[in-house]
T-cell receptor, first 114, second 110 residues
Framework: GAVVSQHPSRVICKSGTSVKIECRSL??????MFWYRQFPKQSLMLMATSNEGSKATYEQGVEKDKFLINHASLTLSTLTVTSAHPEDSSFYICSARERRGEAFFGQGTRLTVV | QKEVEQNSGPLSVPEGAIASLNCTYSDRGSQSFFWYRQYSGKSPELIMF????GDKEDGRFTAQLNKASQYVSLLIRDSQPSDSATYLCAVNGWNNDMRFGAGTRLTVKP
């Protein structure tokens, strides 16, 4: 299948700092990228959907000023967690798809805010 | 009503048996359906996708779709212990987003 690379795989940051997570589609043009958050033993929660060149569409309850999403090119989307707090600690996963095809997932980023 | 519903399990089957995983969805306009497998601590990986009513087979996996009943299932034949994982059903919505069910945890016992 197609390859989606997510970086970093693991990050520890201090409370109040910002963290940027990158998601790249390596061998296809990702017209749509999705960002999910997953707490231990829970399901994937869709945070936002972003189409290349457009503003991201955030799910209800997700603060767009706290979780900044940029999808400036067909191969790269970034999620920035601003002013991170311990409750933001989670597993963040991106996925990318070309048009309406299947979505492929990045490896995930385990964020720990101390 | 949740948009995509799955039994959370756990579903336990003996090695060699058929595992049957079910999923229902609420958006009647949904066009494409996906099954992902997620091992603990890892991100999901695509197993199969299905767009048309009926069955689609790929090796030991068969996806079944019934749009009239808003139902999609995954059958795993000759289940192996390595199939033990959480299986996620995903549905492509009307606005091109992709929504997941809560997942069904499958355990295949040797």
């Amino acid at each position: 299948g197609a390859v989606v690379s997510q970086h970093p795989s693991r990050v520890i940051c201090k409370s109040g700092t910002s963290v940027k997570i990158e998601c790249r589609s390596l061998d296809f043009q990702a017209t749509t990228m999705f960002w999910y958050r997953q707490f231990p033993k829970q399901s994937l929660m869709l945070m936002a959907t972003s189409n290349e060149g457009s503003k991201a569409t955030y799910e209800q309850g997700v603060e767009k000023d706290k979780f900044l999403i940029n999808h400036a090119s067909l191969t790269l989307s970034t999620l920035t967690v601003t002013s991170a707090h311990p409750e933001d600690s989670s597993f963040y996963i991106c996925s990318a798809r070309e048009r309406r095809g299947e979505a492929f997932f990045g490896q995930g980023t385990r964020l720990t805010v101390v | 009503q949740k948009e995509v519903e799955q039994n959370s399990g756990p579903l336990s089957v003996p090695e060699g048996a058929i595992a049957s995983l079910n999923c229902t969805y609420s958006d009647r306009g949904s066009q494409s359906f996906f099954w992902y497998r997620q091992y603990s601590g890892k991100s999901p990986e695509l197993i199969m996708f299905i767009y048309s009513n009926g069955d689609k087979e790929d090796g030991r996996f068969t996806a079944q779709l019934n749009k009239a009943s808003q139902y999609v299932s995954l059958l795993i034949r000759d289940s192996q212990p390595s199939d033990s994982a959480t299986y996620l059903c995903a549905v492509n919505g009307w606005n091109n987003d992709m929504r997941f069910g809560a997942g069904t945890r499958l355990t295949v016992k040797p």
